[in-house]
């Protein structure tokens, strides 16, 4: 009895926040596609018009290559042209296209120097014909976070940062969520090869959600990720978990 | 060839051809003297005025690389290229453009680009016929040369060279006064100029009325935000004289006349012709700041030089394809910050090797709807030069079972491949043997490598890491 008033209580507490971020309010979203995910997130998916930070962290993915396969996988169910900012040339068209990016949608703005990517990232938000802006940078702070947030306002384009180089010291910055994404092992096939690669994706900070981590299915060339099938057929299994945690 | 005219009761040589100066003409030779010296010699009479007037159109002709450009008789043109020099790909791309469409034309020039008009007059005819001063760093080059570089009157020259003084840096070293007393304010004033500590105004030439707007003002300004709003007034006015036409810009040149007679002008390309008064003057607006207003600025002149048929056109409706217009200034935006060949598309190229399958295309060529194979697992990042490991094979045909990459060991837990990929042989004649034996594999943590065996070497086989992610 106590517990559901608290409950009640948390609840308008939490429309009230909401109110008072008004870039919260209303925003039209981009789900995953993966139950489990979009009923996690607030408002049912990635929000459009704010930042996201993708962190590329550890050993395994130094390079951000799952980061950037994860942006492209973003954007592959995004309709529009976007702009990809970047220092480094290690980015490999055919493997975006290979989750769904296809190459005439991509425009990339190459910098010299890596203070250069945060405010090209912030005129390509300005600008109202893109669905979305990516922008490759070692850090993201609170001052120039807030600049991209404010530009994705103005023209609701999605602002996707990958945090390279170093990522592994998170900062306070006003991006709506932080993910990061690792690899995992895949379930081994009855003969030689490869099956469809597995990641842990790890909604590491979020604005309205508490952290949480999935294992998915890497995604396939339409960019939709997947549960994995012995996972997928067991929906209950986590909301029990989380009952019995709290 | 000579030119021959009058220099009060005598006829003197002005102008010698390459092969007249070879038989020892010099301009200034009596011309009886010459005819003396060299028999059959073809003598023309020389035309100062015409002079001047080819020497001014070939200077209008410069006003394509730069909207500030000066004649200066009797065999020189200045041209300012400040704010203008990024359009051509820069400084040092700009002078080779400039002297091979002149050789091209038949003209032979020296040119040289410095931060003073004095000091590319001296470079010009005494360095290297192709010579860019460092910013701030022509005080060095300037010190060698002979004192005729610093365009002092002949007398002046001879004067100086009694008292021993021969070169620049004998100049800079002697005491003002006694100098000023002997030869007057011009030894002074034109080492000031050349060096940069005293202005000098050039009568630049104004471009062709067509598609120009100007405002001036009552009052000298000089606020940034002042100009800013200048710069959105001349395009408005300018874009309805283009509407009128039917025509788009691709070149804008904003010149400001300074009260001080020193002009300070800024240009703007565009990838599609424009005439959208709110993204021209946003172009502007971002170069202002090169702009030095001084003691201020008295009137502004905005012109397009180069202007392209753009019919008049429907705006796009809200949900319909992105409208290209739309893309194109995003394009001019991003140039502008950062240069011409950093905005760019990527396009697939029919080619097995990872390296040559993506090409770079212009940022607004049309949509091919082509892509790469989807058949062909490819990794997310593909290193710019593979980096060598160390492997453990257990077969020689086989993917490896453990490999060590910048120091740490993985051991592979699950593979797939080769992938056999052959040398072009028809790009590079060392690729007829190259091959590469691609391999995908996964190691205990489930991340995932792209490895290649080549079969070049004779010792054997070398590994590398080329690729980094995949789906």
Known sequence: MRQAGRERQLAALREQIGGLAPEAAGRPVLSFGVDPIDTHLPGGGLRLG????VLAAGPVDGEGALAALFVAA???RLPGPVLWCLTRRDLFAPGLAAVGLHPDRVLYAETRRETEVLPTMEEGLRHRGLAAVVGEVARLGLTPSRRLQLAAEGSGGLALVIRRWGAAVPEPNAAATRWGVTAAPSPALPVPGLSRARWTVALVRARGAEPRTWLLEAPDAKGRLRLPPELADRPLAAPARRAAAG | MVAAGQDGPRRV??????????AGLRPGLALAQAQAMVPGLAVIAADPEEDAAALTRLAAWCLIYAPLVAPDPPDGIWIDVAGAAHLQGGEAALLATLRRRLARAG???RVALADTPGAAWA????LHPETV???AGQRPHLLDLPLWALRLAPDTVSGLAQLGLTRVAHLVDQPRGPLRLRFGEEPGRRLDQALGYAPEPLAYLAPPAEHAVRLAFPEPIGAPETLARVAGRLCAMLAEALARHGLGARRLDLVFRRVDGLDQAVSVGTARPSRDPAHLARLLTERLPQIDPGHGLDEARLSAPRVERLGARQLAAPGEEPDPDAMAELVDRLV????PGRVFRRSPVESEWPERAVRRVAPLSPATGVTWPADLPRPGRLLPVPEPVAVLAALPDAPPTAFTWRGTRRRVARADGPERIFGEWWLAEDEVAATRDYYRVEDETGARYWL???????EGARWWLHGLGEA
């Not at chain 1, 704010?50 to 930070?53: L, M, N, S």
């Not at chain 2, 470079?123 to 005494?126: E, G, L, Q």
């Not at chain 2, 290649?452 to 004779?458: G, I």
């Open chain 2, 452 to 458: 290649f065996r080549d079969c070049l070497t004779r």
């Open chain 1, 74 to 76: 973003i954007l592959a």
């Open chain 1, 50 to 53: 704010a930042v996201h930070e």
């Open chain 2, 336 to 339: 502008l910050r950062l240069g």
């Open chain 2, 107 to 109: 003209y032979r020039v």
């Open chain 2, 13 to 22: 040589l002005t102008a010698v051809d390459r092969a007249a100066r070879a």
């Open chain 2, 123 to 126: 470079a010009a005819r005494c």
């Open chain 2, 133 to 135: 001063l460092p910013p």
